[in-house]
């Protein structure tokens, strides 16, 4: 039989300093990145016109285009390769006082200058966008709210269905999972549309998935090893999960891998997003969530907690140094 | 083995329900035709609608325009827009496609398969507007000129620098070359006259910017096409407007003429009082009349309309009728011979037939409440909609074939019964998306190689507390039962967190992100499906089959 991590005994609570500062370490700059530099919004947020080419002529490249679109007027075009080599993704993003005919000039005007500089046929448009600042107005504001009350409504869930220690530890751990992937997104500058939002719901939903898996046997094991400690516990339920968490991870992993490499432009960015969300939430399920819970429990002790405030080795375990 | 007998039955149910959604059929769908007729078209294809991004197409969102001015009653407006634009697209010929309001002022139209954007957003969004008007035949207008200048003076409108010459130089060029003809129509003459003494004078802000047509129509003005965005600036001008004289409205021509050297566009001052409009239109056809070489749109009047027209063209016979369009005079306004009723006909610039079908299209469809402007657009090449899919399946089938080979790997023979749970959980999944009429989009299809990799997990939570199960030393019959039993607390929690992620972002995501969450709560629904009850099923049958004490497989 094939097996993984099957009667492991690893400490991994032990291991939990190095945790927290492998988050730390990752979060913070990015989080500082992030305030600096800010979110690279797409164009359906920010409001203006996208529009993706296919060249024909092989004199149609980026530092050929940029000087024709500024002298055409288009104020500071955005201009990337979009999947292969001859395809160029050109963004006019709004200013701030215009109105919603200029996204559909400028979509308009881009395609003149085009046409006028390099020759009718030596391009085909194959993507357009043109959204309105009402539209893009309306659209953040949809994203925060489907954020935010997509959170709540979970958190609301995880609360009524846990007791108030493990609902917050599981929280908690969600939380460092989106930090860590809003960090991602600004080491990595993708462009957050809203494809992006829907994926850190996704990322959300997953990482809760794991503790949740992990924390159910947590209870279970609980009422099981009635003389265990909650260090012990804690431990024993982290390594039992461990194969099953290890082979999810790695199939949804699979999934998701073959997407951002083979899906092709519009899904790599979005799919980066959900492939880093499962290597961070699996991280977070396995390394942060339930230290939280056990620093929760030294804290507050609940009902069910024996020797939380002494912690001590516990049958399964390796020993341990006990945090002070 | 009854219980057997009634999961097996259960499950062929649920089976024949999917591949019932699922088998392909025949539709019948519009599509425009070479000619730029719908025809009808007739194809058999499995019924799961590709979105926009995955077959090419336009999306637009409009909302009723409001910055000429407050419309009365949005609501109402963008109600009748809804209808006017659908029957527009339905005469268009578009395949499938989605008309529908969104909140309380927008309205979504989606046209697969566009080929041409431009000519689908002209016919969506054109106002059609039509009006039948009489010019300005005595000539009030060009009487009031001079006051309408002082007004604009007074309001503190300067002439536009170095101009003059330049203006007065076209005027000359007109006056000169047909002096004559000019003459024989004395109200011209004296109107003319009228702008030449003005013209001398400091006071000509907006005077000066006018010159004559030859044979010219009364009320009908020229301006130089370079200044017609000044000129118009004046028109809206408030100083303009209230000097205008009462029952008089400004317009501008469709196109621009060529007078001499020089393009002009002409302009006319028209009663305020419209003879007829478009909605007693019951009738419009495009045409090339042979004689003109030239597109033209012959219309047919409403019963009733016939008889209000009749009694107006029969008081304005020998005066010029300007026929304006979303706000533009179509053509020269022709002289009204004798009286009309019921037909008319409506010429074109140009010779261009299908400028005529679109524009007969929109008048048949019937004008829109109120201009509309469109907020959104996004189109999506064919060839980008085709490489998606292509890519989306690439993507998927090597994502299947990875999740399947380490199910296999690592669970042996019920990893194999686990595989075979996924194939009837694609077939549920798929067939669950055609049963509610789901759009598959790309988005979507990411979501759903996504719910492949989630959907083992249930197999996989189960199938590990089967072996821990094992471990204990309980019989395999004992071992699968606490182990599917043991796993379900689990199970459940996990998936209500991403139903509830996937319903919210179903509420206030777009088309697209609304894919994503339909195939994922469809792909979580059927996953539980296979898991807990297929699989287990097979599982049962399994453990019927082998001897009670071999050693369990996984």
């Known amino acids: 039989m094939f097996r993984l991590f099957t009667d492991s005994a690893y400490d991994i609570l032990s291991y939990r300093r190095i945790a927290y500062t492998v988050a730390a370490v990752f979060i913070i700059p990015g989080l500082i990145f992030l305030a600096i530099g800010g979110l690279n919004f797409s164009i359906e947020f920010t409001g203006g016109t996208l529009i993706v080419i296919e060249a024909h002529d092989p004199a149609i490249v980026a530092a050929s285009m940029r000087p024709a679109l500024q002298a055409g007027g288009i104020a500071d075009p955005e201009i990337q390769v979009f999947g292969t080599e001859n395809e160029f993704a050109i963004r006019a993003r709004l200013d701030p006082e215009a109105t919603d005919e200029n996204t559909q000039q400028t979509a308009e005007a881009v395609a003149e200058i085009l046409t006028d500089t390099f020759g009718a046929g030596s391009y085909t448009v194959i993507l357009t966008e043109a959204v309105g600042p009402k539209v893009g107005g309306e659209l953040r504001q949809k994203a925060v709210l489907a954020l935010v009350l997509g959170f709540g409504a979970i958190f609301f869930y995880l609360w009524m269905r846990y007791e108030w220690r493990f609902g917050t530890a599981a929280v908690l751990a969600a939380m460092h999972d989106i930090m860590a992937t809003f960090a991602f997104l600004a080491y990595l500058r993708i462009e957050m549309s809203l494809f992006v939002v829907a994926s850190l719901l996704l990322i959300v939903g997953y990482s809760l998935n794991d503790t949740i898996v992990t924390f159910d046997r947590v209870r279970e094991n609980l009422r099981k090893y009635r003389r265990d400690k909650f260090y012990g516990v804690l431990n024993r339920s982290i390594n039992e999960t461990l194969p099953r968490t290890v082979l999810t991870s790695g199939t949804t992993l699979a999934a998701s891998l073959s997407l951002v490499i083979l899906g092709g432009e519009v899904l790599s960015g979005p799919l980066m997003v959900v492939t880093f969300g499962i290597i961070t939430g699996t991280f977070s399920s396995i390394f942060i969530a339930s230290p939280i819970l056990m620093a929760i429990e030294q804290r507050w002790p609940g009902e069910d907690v024996r020797g939380a405030k002494d912690i001590g080795s516990a049958p399964g375990t390796t020993i341990v140094t006990p945090k002070a | ?554």
């Open chain 2, 1 to 554: 083995m009854s219980t057997i007998r009634n999961r097996l039955l259960i499950i062929g149910l649920l089976l024949a329900a999917a591949a019932y959604a699922l088998w392909p059929r025949t539709v019948t769908r519009m599509e425009q035709g070479p000619d730029g007729e719908p025809v009808e078209v007739v194809e058999k294809r499995i019924p799961l609608k590709l979105g926009l991004d995955l077959q090419g197409g336009m999306h637009l969102a409009v909302e009723i325009d409001q910055s000429g001015g407050p419309v009365a009653n949005p609501g109402d407006a963008l109600d009748r827009a809804e209808t006017v634009i659908r029957s527009r697209v339905d005469e268009f010929g578009v395949a499938e496609p989605l008309i529908q309001r969104v909140g309380t002022e927008r309205i979504i139209i989606e046209l697969p398969g566009i080929t041409d954007p431009a000519q689908a957003k002209d016919i969506v969004s054109r106002s059609a507007f039509l009006e039948f008007r009489i010019t300005d035949m005595q000539q009030q207008f060009a009487d009031a000129l001079p006051a309408i200048d002082a007004a604009l003076a007074r309001a503190g409108v300067r002439p536009m620098a170095g101009e003059r010459s330049r203006t007065e130089s076209a005027i000359d060029l007109i006056l000169g070359t047909d002096s004559a003809d000019r003459q024989s129509d004395s109200t011209a003459a004296e109107s003319d006259s009228t702008v030449a003494e003005s013209g001398a004078t400091s006071e000509t802000v907006f005077s000066e910017l006018l010159s004559y047509q030859q044979g010219g129509i009364p009320g009908e003005f020229l301006v130089p096409e370079e200044y017609q965005a000044h000129a118009d600036s004046l028109i809206r001008h408030p100083a303009f407007q209230r000097a205008l004289p009462r029952g008089l409205t400004m317009f501008w021509g469709d196109e621009p003429i060529s007078q001499g050297a020089r393009p002009f566009f002409p302009l006319y001052a028209l009663q305020s009082r419209a003879l007829i409009t478009g909605e007693e239109l019951s009738d419009a056809q495009a045409q090339i009349d042979q004689t003109m070489n030239q597109a033209v749109v012959n219309f047919t009047l409403t019963r009733r309309g016939g008889r209000v027209f009749g009694r107006a063209t029969a008081e304005n016979v020998g005066n010029y009728m300007a026929i304006v369009l979303d706000g533009r005079v179509q053509g020269r306004p022709p002289v009204i011979r004798s009286q009309i009723s019921r037909n008319g006909q409506i010429e074109l610039g140009s010779s261009q037939i299908s400028d005529a079908q679109d524009l007969a299209l929109v008048l048949r469809a019937g004008a829109l409440p109120a201009p509309i402007e469109i907020v959104e657009e996004r189109t999506v090449g064919p060839s980008l909609g085709r490489d998606s899919v292509a890519r989306g399946q690439r993507a998927g089938i090597v994502a299947i074939t990875l999740v399947v080979v380490m199910i296999a790997l690592y669970y042996r023979t019920a990893g194999l019964l686990a595989i075979g749970g996924l194939v009837f959980y694609v077939i549920f999944a798929l067939g669950g998306l055609a049963m509610i009429d789901a759009t598959l989009t790309l988005p979507g299809l990411a979501g759903f190689v996504l719910s492949l990799g989630l959907a083992v997990d249930a197999n996989v939570l189960i199938f590990e507390r089967i072996r821990e199960e094992l471990a204990l030393n309980k019989s395999p019959r004992t071992a699968v039962d606490s182990g599917f039993q043991h796993a379900m607390p689990a199970i459940i929690d996990a998936n209500v967190t991403t139903v509830i992620m996937a319903a919210f972002l179903f509420q206030f995501g777009t088309g697209a992100v609304q894919g994503f969450a339909v195939t994922l709560i469809i792909g979580i629904v059927a996953s539980l499906l296979t898991a807990v009850f297929v699989t287990r099923t097979f599982f049962l049958i399994w453990l019927q089959r082998r001897s009670p004490s071999a050693q369990l497989s996984i």
